[in-house]
């Protein structure tokens, strides 16, 4: 009896290791089979922990996938930028300019605007204005150094086999299903929330966080590298940056006949460094803009707003602002338009 019961006890695992084999090769794991966290913070959903399980504001549809939105051959602005643009949970800058101003708005969430412009065949028969918002570690990524690491090509027949059966984009589906499936979520999360209580373990992509009250901060944005709060920009560094996205608007202006707005948007580190270390902030955002100025180069800094402001701008369990981060974002960049256009 017993050994019938372990061999369908066996079998049973062997169906169950089958069917995770097949889910996380399918191009969408069905939504019946997940715990639905959308309304929760995407920082938070690196770790799990109770105490920063915040519910946010669902998500609307994004601006460039509602009627608003318009072509980049019709529209009068055009607008690229990241997530915190393109952030579904409340009203969009791009949207914000589009009804303030009653202008036809393009926005594309990329960094590749190059890219996009040349695909689209974009002439620049009448000139346009083109803002381009890079969250603060974004403008690390985008005008920084590359850097390049040359590896060592060596075959090895079971590196190339875990490579093909068990590739890193596998790997993330294997997590996502222990994390998020219904299963086993709870008990994940469960074990996550006791070894934090009891050993102050967390995930190294929120490793700097508050209690009270419970926020969490993006760990490449506090790791004393580039594009952290905390890392030590050379005056040669802030040159560098500033003479590239010098060379990249000289670049796309005199191609496509637009004038370039850069926007730039702090860290949420960046603004309350006070809360998680004694080490002052960097100041890369003030110093890179006083070297644009130098270069005639127009940009939008939101540091100093932030910085100053007594409300809270930015989701505790989340990168993103918040509402009232956004609404005064928008409200300075609205006001510098109309201002100067």
Same mark, same amino acid.
């Given at each position: 009896?017993?050994?019938?019961?372990?061999?369908?006890?066996?079998?049973?695992?062997?169906?169950?290791?089958?069917?995770?084999?097949?889910?996380?090769?399918?191009?969408?794991?069905?939504?019946?089979?997940?715990? %639905?966290?959308?309304? +929760?913070? %995407?920082?938070?959903? *690196?770790?799990?922990?109770?105490?920063?399980?915040?519910?946010?504001?669902?998500?609307?549809?994004?601006?460039? *996938?509602?009627?608003?939105?318009?072509?980049?051959?019709?529209?009068?602005?055009?607008?690229?930028?990241?997530?915190?643009?393109?952030?579904?949970?409340?009203?969009?800058?791009?949207?914000?300019?589009?009804?303030?101003?009653?202008?036809?708005?393009?926005?594309?969430? %990329?960094?590749?605007?190059?890219?996009?412009?040349?695909?689209?065949?974009?002439?620049?028969?009448?000139?346009?204005?083109?803002?381009?918002?890079?969250?603060?570690?974004?403008?690390?990524?985008?005008?920084?150094? %590359?850097?390049?690491?040359?590896?060592?090509?060596?075959?090895?027949?079971?590196? *190339?086999?875990? +490579?093909?059966?068990?590739?890193?984009?596998?790997?993330?589906?294997?997590?996502?299903?222990?994390?998020?499936?219904?299963?086993?979520?709870?008990?994940?999360?469960?074990?996550?929330?006791?070894?934090?209580?009891?050993?102050?373990?967390?995930?190294?992509?929120?490793?700097?966080?508050?209690?009270?009250?419970?926020?969490?901060?993006?760990?490449?944005?506090?790791?004393?590298?580039?594009?952290?709060?905390?890392?030590?920009?050379?005056?040669?560094?802030?040159?560098?940056?500033?003479?590239?996205?010098?060379?990249?608007?000289?670049?796309?202006? *005199?191609?496509?006949?637009?004038?370039?707005?850069?926007?730039?948007?702090?860290?949420?580190?960046?603004?309350?460094?006070?809360?998680?270390?004694?080490?002052?902030?960097?100041?890369?955002?003030?110093?890179?803009?006083?070297?644009?100025?130098?270069?005639?180069?127009?940009?939008?800094?939101?540091?100093?707003?932030?910085?100053?402001?007594?409300?809270?701008?930015?989701?505790?369990?989340?990168?993103?602002?918040?509402?009232?981060?956004?609404?005064?974002?928008?409200?300075?960049?609205?006001?510098?338009?109309?201002?100067?256009?």
């Amino acid at each position: 009896m017993k050994e019938k019961g372990l061999k369908y006890g066996i079998y049973a695992a062997g169906v169950a290791c089958l069917l995770i084999f097949v889910l996380v090769r399918l191009t969408n794991v069905p939504a019946s089979l997940v715990v %639905d966290l959308d309304n +929760t913070g %995407d920082l938070y959903r *690196q770790n799990y922990i109770d105490l920063f399980k915040e519910e946010l504001p669902a998500k609307s549809i994004a601006f460039n *996938q509602s009627p608003k939105h318009a072509s980049i051959d019709d529209a009068e602005i055009l607008i690229f930028g990241d997530s915190f643009f393109n952030f579904r949970r409340h009203k969009s800058v791009p949207e914000y300019v589009a009804d303030s101003l009653n202008k036809k708005v393009f926005f594309h969430k %990329d960094y590749s605007v190059k890219d996009v412009l040349a695909g689209a065949n974009f002439d620049g028969d009448n000139k346009k204005l083109l803002i381009f918002e890079l969250a603060e570690r974004g403008i690390t990524i985008k005008f920084g150094p %590359d850097i390049v690491e040359s590896k060592k090509f060596e075959f090895d027949l079971f590196t *190339q086999l875990d +490579t093909t059966f068990f590739s890193e984009k596998y790997n993330k589906r294997y997590r996502y299903l222990l994390e998020r499936s219904k299963l086993s979520h709870n008990v994940y999360s469960s074990l996550n929330t006791f070894n934090f209580n009891a050993f102050k373990s967390i995930s190294s992509f929120t490793p700097v966080y508050t209690k009270e009250p419970a926020c969490l901060f993006y760990g490449k944005t506090v790791n004393n590298k580039p594009g952290s709060y905390n890392f030590n920009y050379s005056p040669a560094l802030i040159n560098f940056y500033s003479d590239n996205i010098l060379d990249w608007k000289n670049e796309i202006e *005199q191609k496509y006949n637009v004038e370039v707005l850069f926007y730039f948007i702090p860290n949420k580190s960046s603004v309350y460094h006070e809360k998680i270390s004694n080490e002052g902030y960097n100041n890369f955002l003030p110093r890179l803009s006083t070297a644009l100025n130098a270069r005639g180069v127009k940009h939008i800094s939101m540091y100093e707003e932030f910085e100053a402001a007594e409300e809270i701008l930015y989701y505790p369990t989340d990168t993103h602002w918040n509402d009232a981060g956004t609404k005064m974002g928008a409200e300075k960049l609205i006001k510098y338009l109309r201002t100067n256009n």
